[in-house]
């Protein structure tokens, strides 16, 4: 009797979790698609935003600055030419030193535009954006710094250590030519607006003198005319008088 009660129990208890599966199936089988499909999409919308990100990333880092023309020109030569031969060591040297000279123009304007951008982030007058292009184009210039020096050593071996400095001081002496030239320049332009302002105002001066000349004739024409005038009707007079004459004498 207690083994018929024991399995009736066990086959109820069996027959309960079959029911209990067979609920689930069905339910399970609704729901797995759906966590399925929502698990995909978030997946592909982080990799969207991060794909984005990066992108958005490169662009400012890319945007900063105009594209580095001397740096093309340099890899665009590298592959033409070998340093192996003078011709081409020098020619690569003078490449690499423009394309230092480019550098070092660059980490001027990031010295010089980093204090006053950080200063108007913290006011609020222009957005971080700005700030984080900054900080991206400085880490490339890091970048761009690492790879010149590994190419001067290439080229002259011992080079990476002084052709910061020799590309520095050139590009220094080529602003100060630059700045004279700017210079002359402006004085040349002041000079000749002089020379042009004299001969504007000696023209002037020279038509004032030949219109009073112009006055000064039209006056004397017309003191001439009236005296030409007085002396006929003078005339007129005495003729006029002489006949009264006669004719009292007769």
Do not use: C
């Amino acid at each position: 009797m207690d083994n018929t009660t024991s399995d009736s129990s066990y086959n109820s208890t069996e027959g309960d979790s079959g029911d209990v599966k067979a609920t689930l199936k069905p339910v399970a089988s609704f729901w797995l698609p759906i966590i399925y499909v929502g698990a995909i999409g978030i997946f592909t919308w982080v990799y969207i935003r991060w794909g984005r990100s990066r992108k958005a990333k490169a662009a400012m880092k890319e945007s900063y600055f105009p594209p580095h023309t001397t740096l093309q020109q340099y890899l665009a030569l590298s592959e033409m030419y070998s340093p192996d031969t003078p011709s081409g060591l020098k020619l690569l040297s003078t490449a690499l030193m423009k394309r230092a000279m480019t550098d070092i123009e660059r980490i001027l304007q990031l010295q010089e535009e980093k204090g006053p951008l950080t200063q108007l982030v913290r006011a609020g007058s222009v957005g971080e954006d700005l700030l984080e292009s900054l900080t991206l184009a400085e880490q490339a210039m890091n970048s761009e710094l690492e790879d010149l020096m590994a190419e001067a050593d290439l080229l002259r071996p011992g080079w990476s250590k002084s052709i910061i400095q020799d590309a520095n001081q050139l590009f220094r002496h080529l602003q100060q030519q630059e700045a004279q030239k700017e210079m002359m320049r402006q004085q040349a332009e002041a000079q000749e607006e002089e020379q042009t302002d004299a001969a504007e105002e000696t023209e002037t001066k020279e038509t004032d003198e030949e219109r009073r000349q112009r006055i000064a004739e039209e006056l004397v024409r017309e003191e001439e005319n009236e005296k030409r005038k007085a002396g006929k009707s003078s005339g007129k007079d005495s003729l006029k008088g002489g006949k009264g004459g006669r004719k009292k004498s007769k």
